[in-house]
């Protein structure tokens, strides 16, 4: 399917733009309040109209971040993204309360929460939270999306992660889904609300059916996958570019667009880079470890959580020892194992691809914005009271002006950088960035 992505190939500056959104229920204010901010800041160097989905080639998120890696990226009738990043907070603190309704009024809370253990099923239903997806989304496929898509979900049935992606999409008709299902999916927290099935036809009509739940079971911070995925596509390209003898340098535009059966302009970028390569016998990548390498040091990442509590040691092993499994569920409002089991993921993503963008010297390449110093009710997924809602806004606004921040590898604690200034100014940095990428592309572009 034709793409109205905005990036034609980049000529220079050899980078490939990589948004992440981790998943958080509720808390996708926090990083909704940050893209604000950046899309602010781009709209000062490149005018009002310019969208978030303008400068990235991959938005990938999971779970809430799936739900505004879609908001930014799925197209309106004028081709432009559904959202300005500006509107994805007022999204929240709209249907936030009717997505989480409290479990107020004259039950006990604990009666109630022993009600929903005892009748079964997840402790919301998810049919607002479904409609609201279908009316915004219709009939927008994953290969539609302004720019390209990466949303993990794991498949209950095939006991698998099942990355949905633009990239997939557009060659492999049973992974075209509708973006509704994808988004509906992967935010299928388990416990929360309800897995989602449905179908795909293949290219010759074949049912395929899916199984799904919450991306977060398999990658709760997707930029890992997001970029394997690039990188997979950028060595499946070199490949096709450079078979049967051919120059890469003949390879370009409408032949990239042969050769791929693509209109995707992150191809065209791609295909760029691997001119560039080729003419420089530096650069030129003779083992597949090096091609690896070499495309990750070309990927430029903004990385964004939706906060954790880890200092609030909210448990001891000793207490943990007491609970039965009711209280792994549940505890004082909260779900410890699913909490313990998407923190515990998203660190590791983190801690990996901090050490490699480390190792190949090109750490400014790697922008992390997280906080581990949620508390109460700002700690959970679904307290969707105005209040909470209006702190985790000012939570987001806060960790801008905090210091920059990285895991300690011991403590598992963020601690400030050395020698790094505060989030805001880190994303100004990256505002630049992405500007001249875009300006550059643009140009080449005969634009």
Known sequence: MLKSKPLP???????????????????????????????????????????????????????????IAAMLSAPDKNKRPLFAAKDISQFYLDNGPKIFPPKGGWVPSLVQSAWDKLRGGPKYDGKFLHEKIETLLKDTKVADTLSNVVMPTFDVKRMQ??????????????????????????????????????????????????????????????????????????????????GEGRNVHLVQGGAVRRLTKSSNPTMAAMAAMIAMEEDNPHLRMNKKQDAQASVYRNILVLSIGTGTSRKAHMYTAEECNKWNLLNWLNKDGFNPLIDFFFDASADMVDIHAEVLFELLGVEDHYLRIQTDTLTGDAASVDCATEKNMKDLIKIGNDLLMAKLARVNINTGEYEPKEGGGTNEAALKELAEKLYMERKLRKEAGGK
Do not use: W
């Open 161 to 242: 992660p099942i990355l949905f992606n633009s990239f997939e999409a557009e060659r492999e008709a049973h992974k075209n889904a509708l973006l509704a299902d994808v988004c509906i999916a992967t935010s299928a927290a388990p416990t929360f609300l309800p897995a989602h099935g449905f179908k795909t036809k293949g290219s010759g009509g074949e049912p395929h059916q899916f199984e799904l739940v919450d991306g977060g079971v398999a990658a709760n911070n997707p930029t890992m996958v997001a970029m394997s995925l690039v990188s997979r596509e950028m060595l499946r390209l070199r490949k096709q570019l450079l």
């Open 9 to 67: 190939p980049a000529q220079q500056e050899r980078v490939l733009t990589v948004l992440s959104i981790d998943g958080g229920g509720i808390r996708g204010l926090v990083p909704a309040t940050i893209l604000a901010r950046l899309e602010a800041f781009l709209q000062e160097k490149d005018g009002p109209d310019v969208r978030i989905a303008d400068y990235f080639d991959v938005i990938a998120g999971t779970s809430t971040g799936g739900l």
